[in-house]
């Protein structure tokens, strides 16, 4: 069996704990973190927790994968998923795979890999996750058609169906991403939108400029061509 411990007092802890059939522990391992979650393999040979966010430590938001016939923590890893609502294992392939939220999946191997990393990766940008549409915006110093394609049509998603301050956000991504493409109009649409739902959003000095540039290029248009 497997327990997390949260302990007593103050502060960002916890400990996990692995014992067999005989009470023997085989794992007692402390994190500067608290745990969020655990799952043990169905053949008792596998356990994984999760830690949260913990600013400083190196156990901050990681999952931990042990192997407890061996006693010792074989992979850690970031969580880019987000937090997981359970866990199942295909032992035989050596896979964890990770539960999310909407049904969706990521599945790793023992070494902490994803796999299918792109395939995952599609399937949240489609979904609206702000998360992975701006790690990839933000990694990426150009994007092809089909990826920018693909993008809008997950921020699109996102200003429809999330709560508001995911729609800002989504606007103001949106807005980014045509900014970068060269479309300083829908650009300005974009964070107008974003401004509409929150005031606060950080893009108020970002359009003003791009109105005054248009208006500027309008203006110098206008001298050419008169």
Known sequence: FILHDWMFGQGLHGRFVACDSHGQTLIAQQFSANLMSNGLSPDSRYAICQTVNAPGSDDSCRYMLFDLEAGREIARWEVETGWAEGYK???????????????EQAIYDLAGTMVDREGWRRRRIAAGDLGVIKGVVSSQAS??????QDIAAGLRRAAREGEIWS??????????????????????KAYDD????????GVARRVEKLRKERMNNANWHFIVTY
């Open 89 to 103: 294992w295909d032992c035989d392939a050596g896979r964890v795979i990770i539960c999310l939220r909407d049904g």
């Open 143 to 148: 994007l092809d058609r089909e990826m920018r």
């Open 167 to 188: 729609q800002a956000r989504a606007f103001r991504l949106l807005g980014e991403l045509h900014e970068t493409e060269g479309e300083p109009e829908k650009a300005i």
């Open 194 to 201: 974003a401004l509409r739902l929150d005031p606060k959003v």
